[in-house]
T-cell receptor, first 115, second 110 residues
Framework: DAGVIQSPRHEVTEMGQEVTLRCKPI?????LFWYRQTMMRGLELLIY????????DSGMPEDRFSAKMPNASFSTLKIQPSEPRDSAVYFC???FGVGRITEAFFGQGTRLTVV | GDSVTQMEGPVTLSEEAFLTINCTYT??????LFWYVQYPGEGLQLLLK?????DKGSNKGFEATYRKETTSFHLEKGSVQVSDSAVYFC?????????FGAGTRLTVKP
């Protein structure tokens, strides 16, 4: 398996534009996590899915952020409209767990810069 | 809710020095505990883990012991190398999610 695949690796956009980040989890994994990493706040859990269903989105900073998982092999994180303070590295991770999460596998991340 | 607190960095050591990075946790139930490492420009990767009290996780010379009585999972290595320079994250998985500490940046100088 190629691991967790995120795209794009880098994204530069202007304030106010819509940004969509994509993630392909490892086949067979039933958990998918979106994290945001910044120097100031470290690694924050934004939202996670179990069997394609959003379980906890309490980490999503505001309504400008939305995430979907239409099927087991694809998820998106959308920011609309984007703001400079959204600049960060966004990681997707997937895991397999039955009642208890085992190891989480991370993608390479998407570095988002909003100017 | 569940949370992890780890010592703030950055930590700078000379090659072959002893390393300790402290990690404590707050959780209901019996979480699994992890240490992840992040090299520059990469995602996090699992370094070691422990799933129950008194378990010791080890990998690449790093060790950590799950201490329920002190709710701790400190990372240690007896002799660090320049190649160990990275950011280290303590994490726990409890109620169906995974929470991370803030990360500790380690720099090892030759």
């Amino acid at each position: 398996d190629a691991g967790v695949i995120q795209s794009p690796r880098h994204e530069v956009t202007e304030m106010g534009q819509e940004v969509t980040l994509r993630c392909k989890p490892i086949s067979g994994h039933d958990y998918l996590f979106w994290y945001r990493q910044t120097m100031m706040r470290g690694l924050e859990l934004l939202i996670y899915f179990n069997n394609n269903v959003p379980i906890d989105d309490s980490g999503m900073p505001e309504d400008r952020f939305s995430a979907k998982m239409p099927n087991a092999s694809f998820s998106t994180l959308k920011i609309q409209p984007s703001e400079p303070r959204d600049s960060a590295v966004y990681f997707c991770a997937s895991s397999f767990g039955v009642g208890r999460i085992t190891e989480a596998f991370f993608g390479q991340g998407t570095r988002l810069t909003v100017v | 809710g569940d949370s992890v607190t780890q010592m703030e960095g950055p930590v700078t050591l000379s090659e072959e020095a002893f390393l300790t990075i402290n990690c404590t946790y707050t959780a209901t139930g019996y979480p699994s505990l992890f240490w992840y490492v992040q090299y520059p420009g990469e995602g996090l990767q699992l370094l070691l883990k422990a799933t129950k009290a008194d378990d010791k996780g080890s990998n690449k010379g790093f060790e950590a012991t799950y201490r329920k009585e002190t709710t701790s999972f400190h990372l240690e290595k007896g002799s660090v190398q320049v190649s160990d320079s990275a950011v280290y994250f303590c994490a726990l998985s409890g109620n169906n999610d995974m929470r991370f500490g803030a990360g500790t940046r380690l720099t090892v100088k030759p």
